[in-house]
């Protein structure tokens, strides 16, 4: 069990249109896990995603799959 606190951060390439995620990358090495939330909402739900899901996610965005963003 870790005490380690999510440390939340946003992508530089997010404006302020009120539609970003952020993300806790540091959470990879002690729980195995990327939590991800919404920005305009930090302290509603979170989703726990496997570093490996976020990471093909992220892949998809990269490469246009999900449409314009």
């Excluded at 069990?1 to 990358?25: D, H, L």
């Excluded at 726990?48 to 990269?62: D, L, Y």
Aim: glycine share 14%; proline share 6%.
């Amino acid at each position: 069990m870790t005490t380690e606190s999510p440390r939340w951060f946003k992508s530089s390439y997010s404006g302020n249109g009120g539609q970003c995620i952020e993300v806790a990358a540091n959470l990879v090495g002690s729980l195995g896990v990327v939590p991800v939330r919404d920005s305009k909402n930090p302290g509603g739900p979170v989703l726990n995603t496997s570093a490996a899901s976020f990471a093909s996610f992220v892949a998809g965005i990269k490469a246009g799959k999900f449409g314009a963003v």
